[in-house]
């Protein structure tokens, strides 16, 4: 089309790549989708898509065919692959020599080390013996391939270890060994970097896991020494200029006991930290993430309200009746926005699988509480859990 924006092509149909859509529309610029299968998530929204292997190069060079720029929805494509897009004069953002850093996280350890950046003690185990070495307790991790709390198993005894070294070693990847840190929460720093360098930082955030996987998020994290969000901000911003990271970069923190902050993760697209800021923050983590990748400025990440809380909608197996009945999400609509007209609810289209991520809820306002216990209820409901909403 005359005149038209250029086009991203997006690698991977998840929720991530849907949420992408909105904002794009918004602003006029085309998506095209290499989505796994039929019909999921990000199909579901995307026009322009191919159904492919994210690990297949001629799948990738097809989608991303007159694309000005390929970003992902997550962080699995092959680095090889990504190398051999930009030969083709694709703009790869962010880049293999970035996103390695996320995908192998010994090579992201070894890397932050050299930097100073603070992180748990580590180190890489190829045996019982090494583990040992190490000292109990520890986390051990695969080095690619675990999100969610997969491929991530603490260790208490020389017991404990056979289980991931065989899971490492039937993977194809190597073993990590971390420190069990004694932490107070978990936080986020979520940034945004453009190739020009620009660069913006959102609030600070507290994270709360349930079984390795995000529960809730609260922003800006309550009670959290000014001091020491700024330093989160600043060694997010240090982590994206030094690793040239296109687009967003969420860097997952320990607040230790003694009140520090480590290092935990790394994320090179948007994140479920980041969620909240669809409906709190003035740009939200999508719309950035696309400004970011085509180089245009980047939007404020000023909060819009004092408080924003985010609750994860997860699957049950199985709920009362109406809502929490697998493919009846719907169902919940009719209470969930009487109850709370500022509610803002995302679902994602998935099927219902118990655990499953399939959407969430935003409740904003200048009373934390009042966000909580509204975002708490309105998940809850979704679930189907509704004796537990208020926990």
């Not at 010994?106 to 080390?113: D, K, P, W």
């Given at each position: 089309m005359p005149g038209s924006a250029p086009l991203v092509a997006v690698i991977g149909g998840g929720q991530l790549a849907r949420m992408m859509a909105e904002p794009a529309a918004a602003l006029g610029i085309p998506l095209r989708l290499l989505a796994e299968a039929p019909g999921v998530s990000a199909a579901q929204v995307i026009v322009d898509q191919q159904v492919g292997d994210h690990t297949d190069l001629a799948d990738l060079r097809s989608v991303t065919a007159g694309a000005a720029v390929v970003t992902f929805d997550h962080e699995h494509v092959p680095t090889a692959h990504l190398r051999a897009l930009a030969g083709d004069g694709v703009a790869v953002r962010p880049g293999?020599?970035?996103?390695?850093?996320?995908?192998?996280?010994?090579?992201?350890?070894?890397?932050?080390?050299?930097?100073?950046v603070p992180c748990p003690r580590h180190a890489i185990v190829a045996s019982v013996a090494d583990v040992e070495a190490f000292g109990f307790p520890c986390v051990l991790k695969t080095t690619r391939g675990g999100y969610d709390g997969k491929g991530v198993w603490v260790v208490r005894s020389a017991d404990d270890v056979p289980g991931p070294l065989a899971t490492a070693e039937a993977n194809g990847v190597r073993l990590l060994a971390e420190e069990l840190v004694d932490f107070r929460r978990e936080l986020s720093a979520l940034v945004v970097r453009a190739p020009s360098g620009q660069a913006a930082a959102y609030p600070v955030v507290e994270s709360v896991q349930r079984d390795g996987v995000c529960h809730e998020v609260v922003a800006p994290a309550p009670g959290l020494d000014p001091a020491l969000a700024t330093h989160a901000q600043e060694v997010a911003l240090r982590v994206a200029g030094e690793l040239d990271v296109t687009g967003v970069l969420a860097v997952e923190l320990f607040e230790t006991a003694d009140g520090r902050i480590l290092v935990n993760e790394l994320a090179m697209r948007p994140h479920n930290t980041g969620h909240w800021t669809q409906d709190g923050a003035v740009t939200s983590q999508f719309e950035n993430h696309l400004r970011a990748v085509l180089d245009l400025p980047l939007g404020s990440p000023a909060p819009r309200e004092r408080w924003t809380v985010m609750v994860n909608i997860l699957g049950a197996p199985e709920g009362p009746e109406g809502a929490g009945q697998p493919g009846r999400l719907y169902d919940g609509y009719p209470h969930a926005m009487a109850r709370d007209p500022r509610l803002r609810v995302h679902l994602y289209g998935k099927d219902l699988r118990p655990g499953r991520k399939v959407g969430h809820v935003n409740a904003y306002g200048d009373d934390l509480d009042d966000c909580l216990e509204r975002a708490r209820h309105a998940a809850a409901w979704f679930r189907g859990d509704l004796g537990n909403e208020s926990e």
């Open positions: 293999p020599d970035a996103l390695v850093h996320a995908q192998d996280k010994g090579v992201m350890r070894e890397r932050l080390g050299a930097l100073g």
